[in-house]
């Protein structure tokens, strides 16, 4: 993790200068935009293709699962060393950003939100990257919060009677990478919006769901009709117990579909019931026991109306997964 090779160490003293780069990609990483999550150590070996580790990290903030497997390594100068860059783009895949071969080398610029995993110090006519020709420059961010998901972008659906995706419709959930969440750490999970039930008296099911089990399933009595909108808010904690053992516990507010919605001065929503007090919440908790470490995991929230009308429309208007 982010380690210089001291004067004397590593294959040269050229690993161990500070150059303005290497400060560029501390700073992104300390400021958690682009940066390290878990895993992505390089290994090298008896050729010029070494290896990364399994991972996960944030470009620009967004989460990319990295799978193991190597990068190449370009051959060498006949001349000059040079420094090369491994990095993973801002798509989520592995690349190698290659250098400037020179007498005294640097490394070459980054592309946009790259998240650098590697300086490779390439000497003239090398044939082999051994692990001792890497230097470190993973910043690997371990203390949370640190926010992994997050849409500000209002998504509605209607006229659907299938399970409506609520934490990330584009993607059918969060996809939590392999080895990321293991025992110990905690994903807090925010989400709300506002629903519209306008035509019949549809049934109403939430779920929430981790790696393909359902921790949470609840579905409602036959609700009634009402022009006005309703809001709704679901904020919940899996909990890594273990590996292979996750504990959920969180509530759900929602303005009462079983009542007529009245309508508020300003806004969405009912905050007083017909006995006069404030709407409370209710808890729910659920378990599961996905092994995190074996491969990605969907963490999802769906919502499913029991009949397709065009008169019936979840909003969801925000959403947040931080990692604790």
């Known amino acids: 993790m982010f380690t210089l090779p001291d004067k004397g160490e590593g294959d040269s003293n050229i690993q161990s200068i500070f150059f303005q780069e ?24 008896a050729d010029m293709t070494p290896a990364v580790a399994k991972g996960a990290v944030l470009s620009n903030g967004v989460l990319f699962a990295v799978a193991a497997g190597d990068v190449t390594i370009g051959a060498a100068d006949a ?60 910043v690997v961010r371990t203390q949370g919060p640190l926010c992994i ?28 990478p392999d080895g990321l969440f293991l025992a110990g750490r905690i994903l807090r999970v925010r989400l709300a919006g506002n629903y ?17 089990t359902t921790m949470f399933s609840h579905i409602s009595t036959a609700l009634v009709a009402d022009a006005d909108r309703g809001a709704w808010y679901i904020a919940f904690e899996v ?12 509530h759900v507010q929602m303005t009462d579909p079983d009542l007529a919605r009245p309508t508020p001065t300003t806004g969405i929503g009912d905050i007083w019931t017909q006995a006069g007090t404030a709407e409370g919440t209710a808890a729910m908790s659920g378990a599961a026991a996905v092994d995190s470490d074996a491969a990605n995991r969907l963490l999802s929230v769906q919502w499913t109306f029991s009949v397709a009308n065009a008169a019936n429309e979840i909003v969801v208007e925000h959403a947040t997964v931080e990692l604790l």
């Open 22 to 45: 290497y400060l560029e990609v501390l700073v992104a990483g300390i400021d958690g935009r682009d940066c390290v999550l878990s895993g992505c150590a390089i290994t090298g070996g």
């Open 196 to 212: 519209l039930i306008n035509s019949g008296t549809p049934t109403v099911r939430i779920v929430i769901a981790y790696g393909g």
């Open 149 to 176: 998901y997050k849409t500000t972008t209002a998504e509605t659906t209607n006229n659907s009677s299938s399970a409506i995706e609520l934490l990330n419709k584009a993607n059918s959930g969060v996809t939590i």
């Open 79 to 138: 001349t000059n060393p040079r420094i090369d860059l491994i990095v993973v783009n801002s798509s989520g895949t592995k690349a190698v950003r290659a250098g400037t071969a020179a007498a005294v080398p640097k490394p070459p610029a980054r592309s946009a939100n790259d998240v650098v995993l590697g300086a490779v110090y390439v000497p003239a006519n090398d044939t082999s990257i051994e692990t001792t020709k890497v230097a470190d420059m993973r």
């Open 239 to 250: 909990v890594a117990q273990g590996n292979s053992d996750q504990a959920m516990t969180g």
